[in-house]
């Protein structure tokens, strides 16, 4: 499985970005997929997992309300619309493939595959 990431970029407090993250190879779709990020100085955090029918979805406390997670089957992308951003949602997001939205609850330790991170800043 291969994940390539892209969308990152500065904004300011209150403003949007749209994270996609295209998946390809043999098996991509028997894994779950999702975003982790990880702040200067933090440890590596969840934000949103989805399974490829959309029906099952996963947010952190932090972001619920605020972040949309969503799939394009025809076009293998995931999908991760962020609203209403706040400075400390600034860091590096990473796409993730998991074989259980379990996996992507904690600190990512049993993920199998991961994109290349995408930065996203937001300013004060």
Do not use: H
Request: hydrophobic share 30%; net charge positive; proline share 2%.
């Amino acid at each position: 499985v291969q994940l390539q990431a892209s969308g990152g970029g500065l904004v300011q407090a209150g403003g949007s970005l749209r994270l996609s993250c295209a998946a390809s190879g043999r098996t991509f779709s028997n894994y779950d997929m999702g975003w982790f990020r990880q702040a200067p100085g933090k440890e590596r955090e969840s934000v949103s997992a989805i399974n490829w029918s959309g029906g099952n979805t996963y947010y952190a406390d932090s972001v619920k309300g605020r972040f949309t997670i969503s799939t394009d089957n025809a076009r293998d992308t995931v999908y991760l619309q962020m609203n209403g951003l706040k400075p400390e949602d600034t860091a590096v997001y990473y796409c993730a493939a998991g074989r259980s939205m379990d996996y992507f609850r904690g600190s990512g330790y049993f993920i199998r595959y991961w994109g290349p991170g995408t930065q996203v800043t937001v300013s004060s």
